[in-house]
Every structure is written in structure tokens, then in C-alpha cells.
């Protein structure tokens, strides 16, 4: 079965430090892999997405991520946190395979930036 | 550009009331269409899915129903709401795959309450 964990529920970070959301996955095929941000009580707002070629993904915001197929993971990573950056995090994945169009969803993970 | 529009952006509904929320989308033709429901700031559920007027797909059996009447509209609706329907609803689109763009861009949400 199609899965995606956040195996972190929350992570802290001081401003200024590198940071790092975590995702695994697990489907059939070849994984189309994807990385969004909620700010409270609004919609969430696409970030970067793997597809296919370079395994490092630049997006928004500064993000970016890194596609690992032995390990399959797809972490969120940031050089240098800011206190705006504080918003829960979604990592989604869609099986190359599957002719329907819905993502798999990671149960979120709430990242807060200290100043 | 496409944008895409829910509406009403708040709404508090006693039990046994009906619900209409709606989403349209400009800027794009034929585009797949969500409804999501998020339950205390985490993670997502997909109700229903369209991949064209009069298509719906259901994902959750529920007193839930979805439309789909115009190409870029599309209507979730209850004929009587449980309180365990409150949450914060959230419509998306997406490109069909022949478009070459996988990701979902979500609209602002509803934050519905029953009472």
C-alpha cells in the first residue's frame, strides 16, 4: 500500500540554524514527490516538487529538498531558518504509476522557529 | 494565472442544517478538482475528487455529496450536518496530466462549525 510518514510530530529550530522536515514514502512505481506549507487557518501553499532528474529540488522560500530513492525519503531542508518559516509542513507523493490523480498525504508536521 | 476561490471563509451551522460550499477556479480549463477536509490543524482526508463536469468520485462514504455542474465549479453539499462534519475545508486543483503539472493548488478553505 501507498504510504507517507512525518515521522517528527514537531520540530524546534533557533532562527538562524539549518533546518530539516523529514519524509519517507512507500509506492508501487516510481514516486512523484511533493512538499507544501499551511500557514494557520489558510489553504496550503505548494513549495517544490521531484519528478524526475536532478535529485535536488529547489523551491520557495529558499527550500529545498532531496530525493533519495535507496532510502526513499524526500526531506525538506532550509540553510538558515526564520521566525516566518514557523507553519506546518505536508509531504504528499503520487505513485508514477496510478492513472487516477490523487496524492498521499503525510500527517504534517509543525515547524516552529525560535528567535 | 489561475486562481481559485471558496466561499464562505467562515460558517457555523446547527446540527441538522443543510450546507452548500462552493469552488471556482479561473485562469484554466478542464482542471481536476478536490474537496478536502482537515480536522484539528492536520491532517488532510480527501473527500472527493472530479476529473470533469458530472464526474465525482468518492473517497469517504459520509452524509457528504459533492457536483460538479460547470467545468471550473465545484459544490460540496449536506442535506442534514453532524457535528463530527465542523472542520476546515479545502478545495484544489490540478492540471490533467497531458498538461504536465502534478502538484494541487488549494483555495483558502471554510472553517465550518457545527453546533
Known amino acids: 500500500a501507498q504510504s507517507v510518514a512525518q515521522p517528527e510530530d514537531q520540530v524546534n529550530v533557533a532562527e538562524g540554524n539549518p533546518l530539516t522536515v523529514k519524509c519517507t514514502y512507500s509506492v508501487s512505481g516510481n514516486p512523484y514527490l511533493f512538499w507544501y506549507v499551511q500557514y494557520p487557518n489558510r489553504g496550503l501553499q505548494f513549495l517544490l516538487k521531484?519528478?524526475?532528474?536532478d535529485n535536488l529540488v529547489k523551491g520557495s522560500y529558499g527550500f529545498e529538498a532531496e530525493f533519495n530513492k535507496s532510502q526513499t525519503s524526500f526531506h525538506l531542508k532550509k540553510p538558515s531558518a526564520l521566525v516566518s518559516d514557523s507553519a506546518l509542513y505536508f509531504c504528499?507523493?503520487?505513485?508514477?504509476?496510478?492513472?487516477?490523480?490523487?496524492?498521499?498525504w503525510g500527517a504534517g508536521t509543525k515547524l516552529i522557529i525560535k528567535p | 494565472s489561475q486562481t481559485i476561490h471558496q466561499w464562505p471563509a467562515t460558517l457555523v451551522q446547527p446540527v441538522g442544517s443543510p450546507l452548500s460550499l462552493e469552488c471556482t477556479v479561473e485562469?484554466?480549463?478542464?482542471?481536476?478538482l478536490y474537496w478536502y477536509r482537515q480536522a484539528a490543524g492536520r491532517g488532510l482526508q480527501l473527500l472527493f475528487y472530479s476529473v470533469g463536469i458530472g464526474q465525482i468520485s468518492s473517497e469517504v462514504p459520509q452524509n457528504l455529496s459533492a457536483s460538479r455542474p460547470q467545468d471550473r465549479q465545484f459544490i460540496l453539499s449536506s442535506k442534514k450536518l453532524l457535528l463530527s462534519d465542523s472542520g476546515f475545508y479545502l478545495c484544489?486543483?490540478?492540471?490533467?496530466?497531458?498538461?504536465?503539472?502534478?502538484?494541487?493548488?488549494f483555495g483558502p478553505g471554510t472553517r465550518l462549525t457545527v453546533t
Open positions: 521531484y519528478i524526475t532528474g
Open positions: 484544489a486543483w490540478s492540471a490533467d496530466l497531458a498538461g504536465g503539472l502534478y502538484e494541487q493548488y
Open positions: 485562469g484554466t480549463s478542464n482542471p481536476n
Open positions: 504528499a507523493v503520487r505513485d508514477m504509476r496510478d492513472s487516477n490523480y490523487q496524492l498521499i
